[in-house]
T-cell receptor, first 112, second 114 residues
Framework: DVKVTQSSRYLVKRTGEKVFLECVQD?????MFWYRQDPGLGLRLIYF???????EKGDIPEGYSVSREKKERFSLILESASTNQTSMYLC???????????FGPGTRLTVL | GDSVTQMEGPVTLSEEAFLTINCTYT??????LFWYVQYPGEGLQLLLK?????DKGSNKGFEATYRKETTSFHLEKGSVQVSDSAVYFC?????????????FGKGTLLTVNP
């Protein structure tokens, strides 16, 4: 079975802190994605990556950056956390050549 | 750009009732269509998919048919159970220049009462 894991289920940070959210997949997937999920807005794509060191902006990249140094790991970085970044963050990955995505359990981030 | 519109919830049903959650889409290419389910406290799981017109996806008693003429992919189940309580997301993947991105609807919360 495909497994996508995220470093934390719950995280509380203070405004202005630098925040790292980690995602790891164990099936050699080339494509990885970061979304945020907010009530009434569904899932919105922040960044995605097709390969190591490759990244592309999604629909709402402002305030975020990403890092993909190894194929299995995709990190989302909040350079200076703000209260409007309080949200559920979901990581996903795909098999090569396939479009259905496999999701991690999510990290619920609260910024105070 | 691509978009997905699904019926707003919440939807509340009694056990064994018939379920329909409507989903329509707008896409420039020939998209693949998906339904994902999110149980409380968990990430999203793929429920079913269809990759071309008139395909029917099915899983766990749920079905959806890809209707190109009406640009729809409605989710149905004949008899819901309490364990079906979850948030359901309709999504598409455009087979064009961005093969691997999904566009999601806003989600529909389903609550099934015993």
């Amino acid at each position: 079975d495909v497994k996508v894991t995220q470093s934390s289920r719950y995280l509380v940070k203070r405004t202005g802190e630098k925040v790292f959210l980690e995602c790891v997949q164990d099936m050699d997937h080339e494509n990885m994605f970061w979304y945020r999920q907010d009530p009434g807005l569904g899932l919105r794509l922040i960044y995605f990556s097709y390969d190591v060191k490759m990244k592309e902006k999604g629909d709402i990249p402002e305030g975020y950056s990403v890092s993909r140094e190894k194929k299995e790991r995709f990190s989302l970085i909040l350079e200076s956390a703000s209260t409007n970044q309080t949200s559920m963050y979901l990581c996903a990955s795909t098999l090569p050549g396939r479009s259905e995505q496999f999701f991690g359990p999510g990290t619920r981030l609260t910024v105070l | 750009g691509d978009s997905v519109t699904q019926m707003e919830g919440p939807v509340t049903l009694s056990e064994e009732a018939f379920l329909t959650i409507n989903c329509t889409y707008t896409a420039t290419g020939y998209p693949s269509l998906f339904w994902y389910v999110q149980y409380p406290g968990e990430g999203l799981q793929l429920l079913l998919k269809a990759t071309k017109a008139d395909d029917k996806g099915s899983n766990k008693g749920f079905e959806a048919t890809y209707r190109k003429e009406t640009t729809s992919f409605h989710l149905e189940k004949g008899s819901v159970q309490v364990s079906d309580s979850a948030v359901y997301f309709c999504a598409l993947s455009d087979g064009g220049g961005s093969n691997y991105k999904l566009t999601f609807g806003k989600g529909t919360l389903l609550t099934v009462n015993p």
